[in-house]
């Protein structure tokens, strides 16, 4: 079965300032690899995925994503954070080639962006 | 594209009551999926439907929960006799062929 950990509960940032949320996955295979947004009491948003092919992903909202197969992670980037972007960031695998559609969560990173 | 929409977003109950909600999925989406979120952790899957038929269920869905999607659209998930464990915020997600699921704003239970 595949798992997912996010190794860090909580990150500061200045607004303006650069952000990388970290997410290594457990999976056999090359698996499906996705970002979620969730700002407080709502569900969550699709920020990018990867599927195939380039290994550096655009989603929206200026984020991308790095999948580096050897190293087993999907890191979240955006090179200049806005306030709008405080939320909790989940990492989410799903597995490739199976009749297995659902997903498996990290447990999240709640990012706070000061002044 | 209205999104998947979950009525209701809020549901207070007392223990031993049973609730219902309920996830209308986005219209072309085959793929339907329920999962459950405590405080600060992520997600868990529940169950998935394609079409009408529930294909997977997770162990987390004991005996006191059941969930239909009658002609493959809308779905309901039901929990019977609630309990205190319960209260969690029940998210809904659907997708078309592809992988990618696109969720409701949720259902928040507090069990009383």
């Known amino acids: 079965a595949q798992s997912v950990t996010q190794p860090d509960i909580h990150i500061t940032v200045s607004e303006g300032a650069s952000l990388e949320l970290r997410c290594n996955y457990s999976?056999?295979?090359?698996?499906?690899l996705f970002w979620y947004v969730q700002s407080p009491g709502q569900g969550l948003q699709l920020l990018l995925k990867?599927?195939?092919?380039?290994?550096l992903v655009q989603g929206i909202k200026g984020f991308e994503a790095e999948f580096k197969r050897s190293q087993s992670s999907f890191n979240l980037r955006k090179p200049s954070v806005h306030w709008s972007d405080a939320a909790e960031y989940f990492c989410?695998?799903?597995?490739?080639?199976?009749?297995?559609?659902?997903?498996?969560f990290g447990a999240g990173t709640t990012v706070t962006v000061r002044a | 594209d209205t999104g998947v929409s979950q009525n209701p977003r809020h549901k207070i109950t007392k223990r031993g009551q049973n609730v219902t909600f309920r996830c209308d999925p986005i219209s072309e989406h085959n793929r339907l999926y329920w999962y459950r979120q405590t405080l600060g952790q992520g997600p868990e899957f529940l169950t998935y439907?394609?079409?009408?038929?529930?294909?997977?269920k997770s162990r987390l869905l004991s005996d006191r929960f059941s969930a239909e999607r009658p002609k493959g659209s809308f779905s309901t998930l039901e929990i019977q006799r609630t309990e205190q464990g319960d209260s969690a915020m029940y998210l809904c997600?659907?997708?078309?062929?592809?992988?990618?699921?696109?969720f409701g704003p949720g259902t928040r239970l507090t069990v009383t």
């Open positions: 997600a659907s997708s078309p062929i592809s992988y990618e699921q696109y």
């Open positions: 990867y599927f195939s092919g380039d290994t």
């Open positions: 999976y056999g295979a090359t698996p499906y």
């Open positions: 439907f394609q079409n009408e038929a529930q294909l997977e």
């Open positions: 989410a695998v799903g597995a490739r080639g199976s009749n297995d559609y659902k997903l498996s």
